[in-house]
């Protein structure tokens, strides 16, 4: 989820206003600022371990004040199997509307007619028109929903439970890409379980449950429906969450079935990039 700040001066250099790369002393500023914008606990800058992740995988880069020297802006870009996401933009309240989102996302994605780029956009007022500016469109809503395990229906499709180097293996497979940090990541402790999906001996759908979240779920169209349902049958919570496109298959069932839509970002993209429907998505990692 993005929270971008857009300013149609930023670009004015007597505003002091440039960016930096980032390291591990930036992550306590970086947390400031992602709690401030409101992110949750887990998979968000507010987690130490989700920032030290993008560290490792992705360009990350800061906004100090002019005055302090204090972190109060940050975002983050990296590639993966469906093209270059901007994973965070964040800019702390109390800095809006100063152009530092702008600012941002100019060094990270400094050619703005590149193929290949995509983000989830928060419904922050500002959002729409930086990401549009960046040559960004909107497609489709990806939608929270939140409900109850009990009230599912039934799946013709077995779940097995993997470790991490089998999954990421699998996803590389269905998906053309290495997720193999994703996947450390969402099980790392014995936090979340990697799952197979499967009908009979064919392998359909891949991803991980954690607590009360699938928390992400690569799967081909043609089985979208089934799989998903399997995947979050598997999770053992009463109450379940998952992140959908809102064209997905299995909207309408889940919906009927007694989940609500406690949220939503909207997925925007350059025009050549097409993201998979199929697919349940981490709203930080794609």
Do not use: K
């Given at each position: 989820m993005t929270i971008p700040s857009f300013d149609p001066g930023a670009t004015d250099p007597r505003r002091g206003l440039t960016s930096r790369a980032v390291g591990l002393a930036d992550v306590p500023g970086i947390r400031r600022v992602s709690q401030a914008a409101g992110q949750p606990d887990a998979d968000s800058g507010a987690d130490d371990a989700y920032v030290e992740l993008l560290l490792q995988t992705a360009t990350v880069r800061v906004v100090e004040d002019p005055l302090t020297g204090a972190v109060v802006a940050w975002g983050a870009i990296r590639s993966g199997p469906l093209g270059s996401m901007l994973t965070d933009l964040f800019v702390h309240p109390d800095h809006h509307g100063r152009g530092m989102g702008g600012v941002l996302l100019r060094a990270l994605w400094p050619e703005h007619t590149a193929p290949g780029r995509f983000t989830f956009s928060s419904q922050h007022p500002s959002a729409l028109p930086l990401y549009a500016r960046a040559g960004l469109q909107p497609s489709w809503p990806l939608l929270y929903l939140?409900?109850?395990?009990?009230?599912?229906?039934?799946?013709?499709?077995?779940?097995?439970?993997?470790?991490a180097a089998v999954a990421c293996d699998v996803d590389s497979q269905l998906a053309s890409g290495n997720r193999s940090s994703d996947y450390g990541f969402w099980t790392r402790s014995g936090s979340g379980q990697a799952i197979v999906v499967q009908d009979?001996?064919?392998?359909?759908?891949?991803?991980?449950?954690?607590?009360?979240?699938l928390v992400h779920?690569?799967?081909?169209?043609?089985?979208?429906?089934?799989?998903?349902?399997?995947?979050?049958?598997?999770?053992?919570?009463?109450?379940?969450?998952?992140?959908?496109?809102?064209?997905?298959?299995?909207?309408?069932?889940?919906?009927?079935?007694?989940?609500?839509?406690?949220?939503y970002d909207l997925a925007m993209s350059t025009p050549d990039l097409a993201l998979p429907l199929a697919w349940a998505y981490s709203p930080g990692l794609g």
């Amino acid at each position: 989820m993005t929270i971008p700040s857009f300013d149609p001066g930023a670009t004015d250099p007597r505003r002091g206003l440039t960016s930096r790369a980032v390291g591990l002393a930036d992550v306590p500023g970086i947390r400031r600022v992602s709690q401030a914008a409101g992110q949750p606990d887990a998979d968000s800058g507010a987690d130490d371990a989700y920032v030290e992740l993008l560290l490792q995988t992705a360009t990350v880069r800061v906004v100090e004040d002019p005055l302090t020297g204090a972190v109060v802006a940050w975002g983050a870009i990296r590639s993966g199997p469906l093209g270059s996401m901007l994973t965070d933009l964040f800019v702390h309240p109390d800095h809006h509307g100063r152009g530092m989102g702008g600012v941002l996302l100019r060094a990270l994605w400094p050619e703005h007619t590149a193929p290949g780029r995509f983000t989830f956009s928060s419904q922050h007022p500002s959002a729409l028109p930086l990401y549009a500016r960046a040559g960004l469109q909107p497609s489709w809503p990806l939608l929270y929903l939140s409900g109850p395990s009990a009230l599912l229906p039934p799946s013709p499709m077995q779940v097995q439970r993997v470790d991490a180097a089998v999954a990421c293996d699998v996803d590389s497979q269905l998906a053309s890409g290495n997720r193999s940090s994703d996947y450390g990541f969402w099980t790392r402790s014995g936090s979340g379980q990697a799952i197979v999906v499967q009908d009979g001996d064919r392998t359909v759908a891949v991803g991980v449950l954690r607590g009360g979240n699938l928390v992400h779920l690569t799967c081909s169209e043609s089985d979208a429906d089934t799989a998903l349902t399997a995947a979050l049958r598997a999770n053992e919570a009463a109450n379940i969450t998952v992140c959908l496109p809102g064209r997905h298959p299995s909207v309408t069932s889940l919906l009927r079935a007694g989940f609500r839509i406690i949220d939503y970002d909207l997925a925007m993209s350059t025009p050549d990039l097409a993201l998979p429907l199929a697919w349940a998505y981490s709203p930080g990692l794609g």
